[in-house]
């Protein structure tokens, strides 16, 4: 791998562990919507199973809308996006690298944090790995389809709202295929289908959205 | 072969070219539109299973297609920009993203005025539905996030990325009552070799849905004409007109 872009992911997770507050806080306020229902809507075991998964994926979509910003905001506040953008590096490869960083950080902790999720609303165990997988395939979705949005409203003043109204539509269907999925293994019917179509989406993703983000962060950069 | 269209490239030539369609879309527009929906409202005969409510798909059928479409040359004309640079290729996404979002707008108004009496209910969460409204949330990012840039030019290249994303949802919506079993119906006159209409019902549907087309075309030159003078309100050209339209008044 290009030491410049070595460089660039180690000091993205230097950065990312050194603002603690930032990493933990999207993911205490998932906690918190999670325990919401329950409360808000019925503690009944059935109820939470059934809408349990739904849940899950809801809160996880805007928990990490919170944290989305920290992808590029710094980096264009302090500059060390211009230079990326001026010092002759691939734009989409150092796109790809703080996306990976991103994921890493923020949605890597959501996976290990969603057994207890899983257990606050009663999933069962088929439920639970097909929970498990959609969130390993379809979380990297969230953290590259965000990038292009992030890339697009950096250089706003209040672009936090903007992107949520910008993004939301964007997951619907990730959404749709993800808790489908997990109704499936509920039902302990196949759930592979839909596992296979949030795939093809991350492949598409993947490739398309590395040029979008390096474009989108030279409109933001005029 | 597209060398024809480089002079529009210019905003003058491109406010000159609306000027010119202006009226000619308009006359089409309401001819049309008043043909087809007094054809379709008074003369096409009655639905054998659904009476005269049948009738609302003269409204219907041609906002939702042109929903779409609207959105496709809106993505179309993001691209161009992107790849020409063209301004004015972005002036036109953004004239005609406000019509779009009106007409899928109306297109999920009357298929719930439709829906409540023969589905019972003014809305389901079925597959078409839902994705013509992720159309109608797309619209709006698009609108909206053009409208937080200060400087109409990042604005035009932002919305236009956004708009080129939001492409993905047109074949989920256009396949989405093969693709999952709904209650909206299937595709009817799509199918050309063999449609599932009736002539005497389909032909003004066709003639609704090209009034529609100049419609939205002519509300689409007068905006993008509104938008050109505002973008361009410190060219000699725009002055000059400016001058001569007070004159005349």
Redesign the interface.
């Known amino acids: 791998m290009n030491p410049l872009l070595l460089g660039i992911f180690k000091r993205d997770m230097q950065i990312a562990f050194q603002q603690k507050a930032e990493l933990v806080q999207p993911l205490m306020f998932l906690l918190m919507v999670v325990t919401l229902f329950p409360l808000g809507v019925s503690p009944s075991p059935e109820t939470l199973q059934r809408i349990g998964p739904g849940v899950i994926w809801i809160a996880a979509i805007l928990s990490s809308l919170l944290g989305m910003e920290r992808l590029f905001r710094d980096d264009f506040i302090d500059g060390s996006l211009e230079q990326y953008t001026l010092s002759g590096m691939s734009l989409p490869a150092v796109a790809t690298v703080k996306v990976l960083a991103h994921w890493l950080v923020s949605f890597v902790p959501l996976l290990i944090l969603s057994p207890l999720l899983a257990m606050f609303l009663n999933l069962s165990m088929d439920m639970f790995i097909a929970l498990m997988l959609t969130l390993l395939i379809g979380t990297p979705l969230l953290s590259l389809i965000g990038a292009i949005a992030v890339g697009l409203t950096v250089g706003l003043a209040r672009g936090g709202l903007l992107l949520a109204l910008l993004l939301i539509p964007v997951f619907i269907p990730l959404l749709i295929f993800a808790t489908s999925a997990v109704d499936s293994a509920a039902l302990q019917l196949p759930y592979h289908p839909q596992l296979a179509i949030i795939g093809a989406m991350l492949l598409l993703a993947a490739a398309a959205a590395p040029f979008a983000i390096a474009y989108s962060l030279k409109v933001s950069q005029n | 072969m597209w060398k024809w269209l480089h002079p529009y490239a210019k905003t003058e030539n491109a406010y000159q070219l609306c000027v010119t369609l202006q009226p000619w879309l308009w006359v089409s527009a309401l001819l049309c539109l008043a043909v087809g929906t007094v054809w379709g409202l008074a003369f096409a005969p009655q639905d054998y299973q659904q009476g005269d409510s049948f009738r609302i798909i003269y409204i219907h059928v041609p906002s939702a297609m042109l929903s779409m479409g609207t959105y496709v040359a809106m993505a179309i004309a993001a691209l161009v920009g ?1 790849v020409w640079q063209w301004r004015t290729a972005y002036m036109s996404m953004i004239a005609m993203a406000p019509v779009g979002a009106v007409m899928t707008f109306v297109a999920l108004f009357t298929g719930a005025a439709w829906g409540k009496p023969m589905w019972g209910a003014w809305w389901v969460w079925d597959a078409r539905l ?1 994705s013509e409204l ?1 159309l109608l ?2 619209y ?2 698009v609108i ?2 053009y409208g ?2 200060e ?1 109409k030019q ?1 604005a035009g ?2 919305a236009g ?2 708009a ?3 492409v ?2 047109i074949p ?1 919506i256009h396949y989405s009552v093969e693709w999952w079993n709904t209650l909206h119906q299937g595709a009817t006159i799509s199918k050309f070799d063999q449609p599932s209409i009736a002539p005497e019902m389909l032909w003004p549907l066709l003639v609704s849905l090209l009034g529609f087309a100049f419609f939205i075309g002519a509300v689409t030159t007068i905006r993008l004409r509104s938008e050109i003078v505002r973008r361009e309100m410190h060219r000699p050209w725009v002055q000059k007109l400016a001058q001569a339209t007070s004159e005349n008044s």
């Open positions: 992107m839902t992720i949330f797309l709006i990012g909206a996030l937080a840039f400087d990042q290249k932002a990325v956004m080129l994303v939001g993905v949802n989920i």
